[in-house]
């Protein structure tokens, strides 16, 4: 098994897969879950792992499907390659990507991470973040443990509003 590296154009890889899978290849494009704000609530976005990568798997590029389409396929901007030779990648990677990109999504928040408020009466103060809640209207709502007057005091918080901090 052959795997070689495509390379889209930007933010087009999604559009390359679909459109070489159509085309009966074989590809790959290894992505990762990672917990966003997506309209005020958390989702679990996937993101490509290589942005602007994906890999197509060609048993022998001199018989059946060749490299040649792939370069002219909407959403691919060229084959990786080194000098006049195609970018190869093993198996044994491409079995490792696919074990990454099953693992478990990532959080936007962990219990105990420090965080910054930037909206509202409290922005510029900075907490630990404590727990998500989920309001009666359905809002979901970040808990942050602040210093208020030398006393602790939780503060409930957008999911907007609230930042880490690296």
Request: some cysteine.
């Amino acid at each position: 098994m052959n795997w070689y590296v495509v390379h889209t154009k930007p933010r087009q890889e999604q559009r390359a897969l679909d459109n070489l899978s159509r085309q009966g290849y074989e590809c790959f494009l290894p992505t990762l879950a990672f917990e966003r704000i997506v309209n005020g609530k958390l989702a679990f976005v996937p993101e490509a792992m290589f942005p602007r990568y994906l890999f197509v798997n060609l048993e022998d590029p001199e018989t059946g499907k060749g490299l040649s389409p792939i370069r002219s396929t909407k959403g691919v901007s060229q084959l990786v390659t080194f000098g006049a030779e195609p970018a190869r990648v093993g198996a044994n990677i491409i079995e490792s990507l696919r074990n990454m990109s099953a693992a478990p999504p990532q959080n936007l928040f962990t219990p105990g991470q420090r965080v910054v408020v930037t909206d509202g009466p409290f922005s510029g103060m900075e907490g630990i973040y404590q727990t998500l809640t989920t309001m009666k209207d359905g809002e979901s709502r970040a808990l942050v443990l602040i210093e208020l007057l030398h006393k602790p005091a939780t503060l409930s918080a957008r999911l907007a509003s609230v930042k880490k901090i690296d």
